[in-house]
């Protein structure tokens, strides 16, 4: 995961509410093995009917309940695939939070005035390690986790978590019986 410290640009308006994954990537499309490949194919039926237009820019905002439904990863991989760097919502659905924020993805939490605020803008600047977003006329401060604030701000995927601790899985690895004997320790 790249690391994210401030995600600046312009920004794309989706004014819809409960949007759920599979608009944003339709299940004909998750057949494919490899994590690439799905930007082209985000809100395809509603683009491709004319129901929406949308610029790849680094910001998304949106409408509460933004990525309701199934637990689909592939839908955060095709918002950022299709050039979205962070979405901002009123709500989200937890799943889909998760998902983002496992995968580099920001969203961002503001009320819904705030979020047609920035909308209206047209440009905005989300600052992490502040925990601020601001537009022209306006500024927010958004809550996260501490721990998600630190994995973002560290590009730590969970893979990259589990290797900072490389040293002492080796130490397990190579005491007695190793991982797979009798004799094994606790990494305490």
Known sequence: MEPIEIIEGPVSVLDRSDVDTDQIIPKQF??????????????????????IELEPNPILVSGRNFGSGS???????????FGFKAVVAP????????????????????????????????????????????????EAHFEIDPEIKRRLLGGLDDIAL??????????????????????TTALA
């Open 30 to 51: 998750l057949k494919r093995v490899e994590r690439t490949g799905f930007g082209e194919f985000l809100f395809y039926d509603w683009i491709r009917d004319g129901e």
């Open 91 to 138: 709500s989200y659905s937890d799943i889909f939070y998760s998902n983002c924020t496992k995968n580099g993805f920001l969203p961002v939490v503001l009320d819904e005035a705030e979020c047609r605020s920035l909308a209206e803008s047209g440009h905005g600047r989300i600052h992490l390690e502040e925990q601020v977003v601001s537009w022209d006329g306006g």
């Open 162 to 183: 589990t290797m900072q601790d490389e040293d002492r899985i080796d130490a397990f690895e190579s005491g007695p019986g190793g991982s797979y004997g009798p004799e």
């Open 71 to 81: 637990s689909r990863e592939h839908a955060v991989w095709a918002l950022g695939q």
